[in-house]
Each structure stands twice: as structure tokens, then as C-alpha cells.
């Protein structure tokens, strides 16, 4: 039998759990949505919703006609939903209004099908409680105007001769092109030099629910660098010999494994990423360019950065519990750390030259290449640069950084350092190497090295001396490379 003095002793110890109880699942439940936000990629859409407190999200799909339903429970929306900029994206009309048994009911019409995922996130220094929505595009390429098909079959012949190349020169090798006996074949005409472009990915910085740094002024890292992006893109298509890959071509966020692998997906020649420096004090000021360091950071100042730049990815709303870990298997063992090396080499001699240019119109912050562990340099197959074209932190230089004439400058410096290097060292098949060879080589014809071929087995199969090879070819001696292009002058 239970007594009333038990009663009230046992509702001594339970009353108060069971009241924090009923709070905390009131507190889940009831939250107003405050604003919505969308974000138009051409791969995927995102929809923000921001909440002022914690609750429970249920998300399905509908058929004939496509719509998408979001049921808030115990929500009220504080925001007008027909102000959302819906051009460019999937949904064609939002429809909102409370769910039968209470609550809020959000409808996305949409004029295509889509795979949704959702999550919650956490407050942070930006936001507060956020509900978001991904729409993405089965199917939809991430980058405008991808690659065509027969200039990605060249270039992964190229790709394929030089790994070929590269495994030939391990030792106990049995592929060393300069040891293997020539095989009797029939004289060849030369075959036409293919003369693809130069493929540079232009990486803009942030975007969407990641605004980047934001200078004293109120401007947004994610906005100056997407515009400096774009001029440097527009200059890299006016060139010929070259053609740019936007990485990110509006306000919207792409994941730092996502652009490097949509860079590899377009098999490009080099990737610059281009970002916006800060610092906790308005002093500093200048353009800063890194590499990727092997071993780490070489200074305090690198790493703080380069961990501040890897964060990003949870600002722009990837959960935490997601695996992130880079699946590309091309290189392994020995093999992976000779490219590794040859990119990083790349890197900084480009990282040179953009530099120097940059130090034309702008004060550098430091006079060497810096480096660092950024995630979107983290490619083994793909020189890189992360640029820091100046202090958004910096009021002097927050206003330079909003101009666009020294928007273009700064464009124009990074494309001259680009040029500079690729000029001296284009790729073999390319456009750029075609000029050069042509201009010193005006007559005769022209042979891609294949894997298994010797300089003698060339000047063999073409009737020409192998002196007259040589010399046509500023060659000190027999040493050729898999995929390097070579005139053929007329016997």
C-alpha cells in the first residue's frame, strides 16, 4: 500500500525530472522557421531553413506531378516563402501551410526528379539552429560545358604514358624505353598533333552557407573571390591554347574533396584556388600563394590558416559523421610519391611566377611561396595553388578588394604567372607546345612518343638520321619521354 507521505516524497524526486522532461521535448518540438534560404547550383540545389530552437524534421517525396514535402513538427513559419530566388534551381513554386494533427507543412513543385538528403546542424558563430535540404541532380554535371570526350580520351592517353614512363624508371624495371631493342616496323607518316588546350580549374573560394571571412566593411570572402574567379576565368578562355574550368560559378557551396575531384573529373593541367585572407588585426596586409607542404605547415601563421580553410566544410553543412576520405586509387606505393613529388614541384615553380606577377600590383605578405596543408591542394595528380589575394581584414585593403579594376589586375597577375610557366613548359600534346616547336621548327613533320619507342627506332621508322633528329629537336643526347612530341625534319 502506498502512502500519501510516499506520494509526496516519490513526487519530490520524480516531479522535477518529468517537468525537465516535458521542457526538453517542448523545446524539440516548437520551433518557428525564421528564414529560408536557397542556393542554386548546377548539380544540386540547397535549402536552409533557420529555426529558433530544435525540432523534428520528416522529408519524402511525391510523384505525378514531382513535388518534395518537408513536415516541421510543431513549427510556425515567421517568413514569407515566396520571396525565395527559385531561378536556376529545381523548384518551380513553394507551397507552405500547417499539417493536418499540427505543425508546418513545406511543398517544393519541382520540374525534375531529385535525390533529397537532410540534416540538422547546430548553432555556430553565423547561424543558429538550421534544418537543411539538399536536392541533387542525378545525372547533372557539377561545371558547365564538361570536357569533351575526344580531348579526355587524349589526355588520358597521356596520363596512362606517363605513369608508364615514370614506372620505367624504378629500379629493376624491364619497360626502361632506352634499353629495349627497336622492333623492324614499316615507315610511318606522322600523325597530326592533336593541339588540345591548356585546362586551368578555377576555384572560388566558400560560397552558400559558408560567407568565408568578412572584412570590417561587411564584405563577404565567398563574393570578391567568385568575382576575381570569373575574370580570371574569362581571361584564361580569351586565350588561345587555354580553357578554364569554374570550379564554382555562383553562390552556392561545393565540399574541398568535391572540387578537387570535379578537377580531375575534367582532367585539368592545373588548380587554383582563390581565397581572401584575415586576421584578428586590421594591420596586416598583401597577397600571400601556397603550395602543399609534405610535411606539414611551415609556419604558425600556415597552419592556422590551413586548419581554418579545412573547417570550412562543416560551416557549409556537412555533418561531421559523413566519410570524407579521398576513394581515387591511382597511384600507389613508390609510384604515388614520384608524382607527388614531380606536382609539388609544379607547384611551386608556377607558385613562383604567380607570386612575381602578383607582386607587380599588390604588396605581397610574403616573399616566397608559402606552404601548407589546405585540403583542396591535397590532388597527387594535379599542380596546385591556393592564393590569398589579400586582408579582407584590412579596411584599405577591403575597399581595393570590392574594386574592379583591381579585381582584374589581380586576375591578370594570376593568369601572367600561369602563362609564364606553361609557355616554358607546355604539356606535349598541346596547342601551346605545337607553337613552340612550330616557331622553332617551321618545316617537316611531327611524332608523339609512344611507350616502347627509342630515338633510333624513330629516325628507323621516319628515314632521317638520328644526328638530323637531334639537332632538329635540341636533344643532347638519346633520353626521350613517353608522350614528349617530336619534329620530324624532311629526309
Known amino acids: 500500500m502506498v502512502t500519501s507521505n510516499k506520494l509526496t516524497g516519490l513526487a519530490r524526486y520524480v516531479m522535477p525530472g518529468l517537468m525537465a522532461l516535458m521542457a ?30 530544435v525540432t523534428q524534421a520528416n522529408v519524402f517525396s511525391l510523384s505525378d506531378p ?64 538550421r534544418l537543411v535540404v539538399d536536392l541533387e541532380y542525378p545525372g547533372e554535371s ?57 585546362i586551368i580549374a578555377v576555384d572560388a573560394g566558400h560560397g552558400g552557407e559558408d560567407p568565408g571571412a568578412i572584412g570590417p566593411g561587411g564584405t563577404r570572402e565567398k563574393d570578391v573571390v567568385l568575382d576575381i574567379g570569373r575574370r580570371l576565368a574569362a581571361k584564361i578562355n580569351a586565350t588561345p591554347g587555354y580553357k578554364a574550368v569554374l570550379i564554382r560559378d555562383g553562390d552556392y557551396y561545393i565540399g574541398l574533396r568535391q572540387r578537387t575531384q570535379l578537377a580531375r573529373e575534367q582532367k585539368v593541367d592545373f588548380f587554383v584556388s582563390v581565397h581572401a585572407d ?39 553543412g556537412v555533418d561531421g559523421n559523413l566519410s570524407l576520405r579521398d576513394k581515387d586509387q591511382v597511384l600507389r606505393g613508390v609510384l604515388l610519391d614520384l608524382t607527388m613529388t614531380a606536382t609539388l614541384n609544379d607547384s611551386l615553380s608556377i607558385g613562383g611566377q604567380v607570386l612575381e606577377q602578383l607582386g607587380r600590383i599588390n604588396r605581397l605578405h610574403k616573399s616566397r611561396v608559402e606552404q601548407a596543408g589546405f585540403m583542396v591542394l591535397k590532388s597527387p595528380d594535379i599542380p596546385s595553388l591556393l592564393i590569398e589575394v589579400g586582408f579582407i581584414s584590412n579596411p584599405s ?9 583591381h579585381q582584374q589586375g589581380l586576375a591578370d597577375a594570376i593568369f601572367s604567372g600561369l602563362n609564364a610557366h606553361f609557355e616554358r613548359n607546355p604539356p606535349p600534346a598541346s596547342l601551346l607546345a605545337w607553337q613552340r616547336d612550330n616557331h622553332r621548327q ?50
Open 142 to 198: 557539377a561545371v558547365e560545358n564538361p570536357i569533351d570526350p575526344i580531348e579526355a580520351m587524349i589526355r588520358d592517353q597521356e596520363m596512362l604514358a606517363q605513369r608508364n614512363d615514370v614506372q620505367a624508371q624504378l629500379p629493376g624495371s624491364q619497360a626502361s624505353p632506352g634499353t629495349q631493342s627497336p622492333e623492324p616496323v614499316e615507315v610511318q607518316p606522322a600523325q597530326p598533333h592533336p593541339q588540345r588546350d591548356v
Open 24 to 53: 526538453s521535448v517542448s523545446s524539440v518540438q516548437a520551433a518557428d522557421v525564421e528564414s529560408m534560404r536557397l542556393w542554386a547550383a548546377p548539380d544540386h540545389a540547397r535549402l536552409v531553413f533557420d529555426l529558433s530552437g
Open 278 to 316: 584575415a586576421f584578428n588585426s586590421p594591420r596586416p596586409e598583401g597577397s600571400s600563394v601556397y603550395a602543399l607542404s609534405q610535411r606539414g605547415a611551415t609556419s604558425e601563421t600556415a597552419q592556422w590558416l590551413a586548419d581554418s580553410e579545412n573547417r570550412a566544410d562543416l560551416i557549409g
Open 442 to 491: 617551321p618545316t617537316g613533320n611531327e611524332y608523339r612518343i609512344q611507350s616502347g619507342d627509342t630515338l633510333s627506332s624513330i629516325a628507323l621508322r621516319h628515314g632521317v638520321p638520328v644526328g638530323q633528329l637531334r639537332q632538329a629537336n635540341d636533344l643532347n643526347g638519346d633520353v626521350i619521354r613517353v608522350g614528349q612530341v617530336l619534329r620530324i625534319p624532311n629526309s
Open 397 to 405: 585593403e577591403e575597399r581595393r578588394l570590392r574594386d574592379p579594376v
Open 66 to 129: 514531382e513535388r518534395l514535402v518537408i513536415d516541421l513538427e510543431e513549427s510556425q513559419l515567421k517568413t514569407d516563402a515566396s520571396t525565395l530566388p527559385l531561378d536556376g534551381s529545381a523548384i518551380e513554386v513553394v507551397r507552405t501551410g500547417p499539417r493536418d494533427g499540427g505543425g508546418l507543412r513545406v511543398v517544393l513543385e519541382l520540374n525534375r526528379s531529385v535525390e533529397p538528403r537532410h540534416f540538422v546542424l547546430p548553432p555556430n558563430d553565423q547561424y543558429g539552429h
